[in-house]
């Protein structure tokens, strides 16, 4: 068999691997985004300051205020600003739950590696952005509150005199990530390389270490040969 007939039959199995180690790369960065993302959720969470007034005295938080600078504050400690602001913290709460839920489900995979925990991660990931989107936009509707209003002068949706704090725009950026995290996670689920067993290696010493063809013969008429 010619050595070139032999190479373009191992084609596949190459393309194979170079599939799959692209895979892989793709879902380790895939992994570490969902953790760093658990991360920043967590800190978007606990953060009291989301909102500050113009001086920057006065801070609000998804569930704490704080009247003196430097604030007061520890994450354990609730000091409820109106129900508004309450569902935007549960919101953002159960977001955050499912992130670090998704931080042992990608262990899981690690020990496991089957396509079903890409689908579970996916569908959590949806379901963070749902909740993070949901705290995104209750946020803003709850500046009607009378702590707030007496503070900035606001009104839903209408921030007044206080300054949006970077907490609130990781919170929208999150919810972003959320749902391209989800998307990656399915669509890795749904294209994970087959398995396959290594290629025989000692096929190629074979195919290199076969002895010549014997050169060809002329047959005449008269029934003599001639070799070229």
Not at 21 to 35: E, N, S, V
Not at 42 to 59: D, F, K, Q
Not at 140 to 160: E, H, L, Q, R, V
Request: proline share 7%.
């Amino acid at each position: 068999m010619p050595a070139s007939s032999t190479a373009t039959s191992t084609t596949p199995f190459f393309e194979l691997y170079d599939y799959s180690k692209d895979w892989r790369i793709l879902a380790g960065l895939w992994a570490l985004l969902g953790i760093a993302t658990a991360i920043l959720q967590c800190v978007v969470l606990v953060h009291p300051a989301w909102i500050s007034s113009s001086n920057g005295v006065t801070t609000f938080g998804l569930y704490d205020v704080c009247y003196t600078a430097p604030c007061d504050f520890t994450p354990w400690q609730i000091r409820s600003i109106s129900t508004s602001f309450d569902a935007a913290a549960i919101a953002i709460l159960a977001s955050t739950t499912l992130s670090l839920m998704v931080v042992f489900a990608v262990l899981l995979l690690f020990i496991v590696g089957d396509t079903i925990v890409f689908k579970v991660v996916g569908w959590m990931h949806l379901f963070s952005f749902v909740l993070e989107l949901a705290g995104v936009i209750i946020f803003p509707f709850a500046w009607n509150s009378n702590k707030m209003t007496a503070i900035c002068d606001s009104d839903s949706y209408m921030i007044g005199n206080c300054v949006m704090r970077w907490p609130y725009l990781l919170a929208a950026v999150l919810a972003v990530d959320h749902l391209s995290l989800a998307m990656l996670g399915m669509m890795l689920a749904c294209r994970k390389p087959p398995r396959r067993k290594p290629f025989p290696m000692h096929t190629f010493e074979y195919v290199h270490h076969l002895p010549p063809p014997p050169p060809p013969e002329v047959y005449f008429t008269n029934g003599g040969t001639m070799k070229l």
